[in-house]
């Protein structure tokens, strides 16, 4: 954490917060500062208003405080004072940098009061911010949703770090969507989330992949997409099955071997080659299917690609 002074020092114009030092109690809505009116940050402070918790925010743009300000939100000046208003204090900020340099000088604010940093990063850096939060309960956390989703049932958001401040917010953040709970190591929520965010870009990368070779047989994508949705139902089905194999550390070919799957995919770079189309994706899909191979899983179903992606392989 550096030292570097809060950026925003515009005098107060609307709705100022007032210094909260009141305990939670079980019947007083949860004091909430958001720290961040980016597009995610603008939706997580309008769940939380919607919810009725008395809620600030501060953003280095104080303009898109504005909205937020006339639905209710008390505007914070300075950091400092955004801080001191709640006893939840949520920031969402581009990256781990921009964190460092708002909060970091607030320390001695942030002292008793509980820290989400819901901002995307790795887990080495949430588990520095976790270091660093010493005076103060700490909680990193990931947002599986887009803003609009926000405070929808189907968004969940993903947490660790202090299991104490986890359990005292947990309603609270409940506001939000879904809440889950990995324990004290706070790098898991980001390990999690990356590795979500790996599922979700390998499987659109492949559906675009396909519309595009679809698409040079003059099939338009949304004629695509519901076959493409039907299949990835029974996709689901194999990530259980594969995921208790990786567990056992055994991947017996109980539907098809890795040889019929690279066959077949050899039939896709083809195909994207006679189309005219990038051949990129599916060569990189046959060679890990051939280094797998290589190395002496013939015979061995689909999860033991898992050795190739453990670098054992
Ligand atoms: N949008 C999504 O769908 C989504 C989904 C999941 C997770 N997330 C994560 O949520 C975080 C925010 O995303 P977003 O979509 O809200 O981004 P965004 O719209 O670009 O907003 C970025 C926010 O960070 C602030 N900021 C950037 N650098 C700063 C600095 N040095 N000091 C102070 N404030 C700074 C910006 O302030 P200014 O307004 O002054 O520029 C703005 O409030 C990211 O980590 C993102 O990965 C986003």
Known sequence: MNNAPATNT??????????????????????????????MGQALATAFLKAGHPTTVWNR???????????????????GEAVLASSLIVVCLSDSAAVHDTVGPHRAE???????????????????????????AYLDGAIMAIPEVISRPEAFLLFSGAPEAFERHEETLKTLGNAVFFGEDPGLASLYDV????????????????????GAAKVDASAFAPFANQWLSSVTGFVSAYAEQIDRGA???????????????????????????DTDWPARIQALAERAIEAGHTGAGYAGLIEVFRGQA
């Not at 005098?11 to 958001?34: F, G, L, M, Q």
């Not at 743009?61 to 950091?79: C, H, N, W």
């Not at 008793?112 to 976790?130: H, I, K, M, Q, W």
Request: hydrophobic residues 50%; without cysteine; proline residues 6%.
């Open 61 to 79: 743009t104080p303009a898109k405080a504005e909205d937020l300000a006339a639905r209710g939100a008390a505007v914070a000046p300075t950091v």
């Open 110 to 136: 942030l002292a008793g009061r509980t820290l989400v940093n819901l901002t995307s990063g790795t887990s080495d850096e949430a588990r520095e911010t976790a270091a660093w939060a010493t005076d103060f």
């Open 251 to 277: 991947y017996p070919a109980e539907d098809a071997a890795l040889e019929t799957h690279l066959a077949t995919m050899k039939y896709l770079v083809r195909e994207s080659a006679a189309a005219g189309i």
């Open 10 to 39: 515009a005098p107060v114009t609307k709705n100022a917060p007032a210094a909260n030092t009141a305990p939670v109690t079980d019947d007083a809505p949860v004091t909430v500062t958001v720290i961040g009116l980016g597009l």
């Open 195 to 214: 590795a979500l965010l790996g599922v979700m870009w390998g499987t659109l990368n492949a559906f675009l992949h396909g519309a595009a070779l679809l």
